[in-house]
């Protein structure tokens, strides 16, 4: 396989995300559709850990001795509730205004969380390897899908698991994520997502075996606008997905 590429950074992706750093945790900010979406992430992260894993997520830290990373962690969303179930939990970003709001978060939560402003690229040339890699809706914002989730592979111990959310590219998604979201609910600012770089779900599938990975699960994250929830669908992948997939033994 060849190397990944030096860097697949996309500055200015970074640089939207660099000007709403400071409200990473304010429930009803620019990140209130993430908060929203949280708990059914969290629920299918943890399922697919738990499976791959042999974990009892009734056990108390039954994460405790997983090195889990999250990259593209912004202000700690997903790195926070790894570590309180025991994890030991590195948190990344290639925007440097997101890491100290995380870390100020964790330390006031009472949290141990190695958060550092890095990529995928720099962690995988330096040897790092994880249990879990959590990689979740950063590949419609990277300059090459490809070389991303190569590095990802890279940073994966072999039978170590990946999961992967992104938006599906459709007529669906660009009505349902670039001018609801960003238009009309102004839940996001406007330019905030390229439908351009949205990907299919069959294309990420490809792209991830390109990568050295093994797809194992794909899953439809959709929200229900008359209870105001979102939840998983095994059908229904049009806008909102995520994948789980598992590095080949060595």
């Given at each position: 396989?060849?190397a990944?590429?030096?860097?697949t950074?996309d500055?200015?992706?970074?640089?939207?995300?660099?000007a709403?750093a400071?409200?990473?945790?304010?429930?009803?900010?620019?990140?209130?559709?993430?908060?929203?979406?949280?708990?059914?992430?969290?629920?299918?992260?943890?399922?697919?850990?738990?499976?791959?894993?042999?974990?009892?997520?009734?056990a108390?830290?039954?994460?405790?001795?997983?090195?889990?990373?999250?990259?593209?962690?912004?202000?700690?969303?997903?790195?926070?509730?790894?570590?309180?179930?025991?994890?030991?939990?590195?948190?990344?970003?290639?925007?440097?205004?997101?890491?100290?709001?995380?870390?100020?978060?964790?330390?006031?939560?009472?949290?141990e969380?190695?958060?550092?402003?890095t990529?995928?690229?720099?962690?995988a040339?330096?040897?790092?390897?994880?249990?879990?890699?959590?990689?979740?809706?950063?590949?419609?914002?990277?300059?090459?899908p490809?070389?991303?989730?190569?590095?990802?592979?890279?940073?994966?111990?072999?039978?170590?698991?990946?999961?992967?959310?992104?938006l599906?590219?459709?007529?669906?998604?660009?009505?349902?994520?670039?001018?609801?979201?960003?238009?009309?609910?102004?839940?996001?600012?406007?330019?905030?997502h390229e439908?351009?770089?949205f990907?299919?779900?069959?294309?990420?599938?490809?792209?991830?075996?390109?990568?050295?990975?093994?797809?194992?699960?794909?899953?439809?994250?959709?929200?229900?606008?008359?209870?105001?929830?979102?939840?998983?669908?095994?059908?229904?992948?049009?806008?909102?997905?995520?994948?789980?997939?598992?590095?080949?033994?060595?």
């Amino acid at each position: 396989m060849t190397a990944a590429p030096v860097n697949t950074v996309d500055d200015s992706e970074v640089a939207k995300f660099e000007a709403m750093a400071a409200e990473w945790w304010d429930l009803n900010g620019k990140f209130k559709p993430l908060h929203m979406l949280n708990p059914t992430r969290l629920d299918y992260i943890t399922q697919q850990i738990a499976a791959e894993f042999g974990r009892d997520l009734k056990a108390e830290a039954p994460f405790a001795g997983l090195r889990i990373l999250d990259i593209g962690c912004g202000g700690g969303l997903l790195a926070e509730p790894m570590a309180r179930l025991g994890a030991d939990v590195v948190g990344a970003d290639a925007a440097a205004g997101n890491i100290p709001v995380a870390q100020v978060h964790a330390a006031q939560s009472g949290l141990e969380i190695d958060y550092r402003h890095t990529t995928a690229e720099a962690m995988a040339d330096a040897g790092e390897q994880f249990d879990v890699v959590l990689n979740m809706e950063v590949v419609e914002h990277v300059a090459d899908p490809l070389g991303f989730l190569t590095a990802c592979q890279q940073l994966l111990k072999p039978g170590g698991l990946m999961v992967c959310s992104t938006l599906n590219r459709n007529p669906k998604s660009f009505l349902m994520a670039i001018i609801g979201a960003e238009h009309v609910m102004r839940w996001l600012p406007k330019g905030t997502h390229e439908w351009s770089k949205f990907i299919t779900p069959d294309e990420l599938f490809a792209l991830i075996g390109q990568a050295g990975l093994d797809p194992v699960d794909r899953k439809g994250f959709v929200f229900n606008p008359v209870l105001w929830t979102w939840g998983i669908s095994a059908r229904d992948l049009s806008v909102n997905y995520v994948t789980a997939s598992v590095k080949r033994a060595a």
